[in-house]
């Protein structure tokens, strides 16, 4: 791939991730305010325990799908030969861990630096989603 094209393809799953991620956080949040209703009778412990509950298992899903996303344009466009090697490089790339065992060539190292910035900017996003959660929690603003 050449550089404008490895560029190209890395922002458009840059933002394909993005988009994996706004929709799950809005997902998330509906879900949150329909549960307001029959989480009243429990207790404030109870409530925030289930609100941040519910909203860690989109975050993870969130992630968890991005990283999938990762991993099929590995094996789709024949970069790595099986899915767990796939999801391996896609995983500590995504989390920025980048072990290093792995290492793609020239002609797709800036395509796979995007999976890190992908993971930088929605891990960014989901702590953001985190602390205003929390804020409502700590103003004892809850759904009650």
Do not use: K
């Amino acid at each position: 791939m050449t550089l404008l094209q490895q560029i190209m393809w890395g922002s458009l799953y840059l933002g394909l991730c993005f988009v994996v991620e706004v929709l799950l956080l809005v997902w998330c949040t509906l879900l949150l305010v329909r549960l307001a209703a029959r989480l009243r009778h429990l207790s404030q412990a109870m409530r925030t325990a289930a609100v941040m509950s519910v909203s860690l298992v989109f975050i993870v899903l969130a992630h968890t799908l991005q990283v999938w996303l990762w991993a099929g344009v590995w094996i789709w466009s024949d970069v790595l030969v099986d899915w767990n090697e796939a999801l391996y490089f896609s995983l500590v790339t995504y989390t920025t861990l980048g072990y290093g065992d792995i290492v793609l060539g020239p002609g797709l190292r800036i395509f796979a630096a995007f999976a890190a910035v992908a993971g930088l900017l929605t891990f960014g996003l989901s702590t953001a989603y985190l602390v205003a959660l929390m804020t409502r929690v700590f103003e004892g603003r809850l759904p009650r």
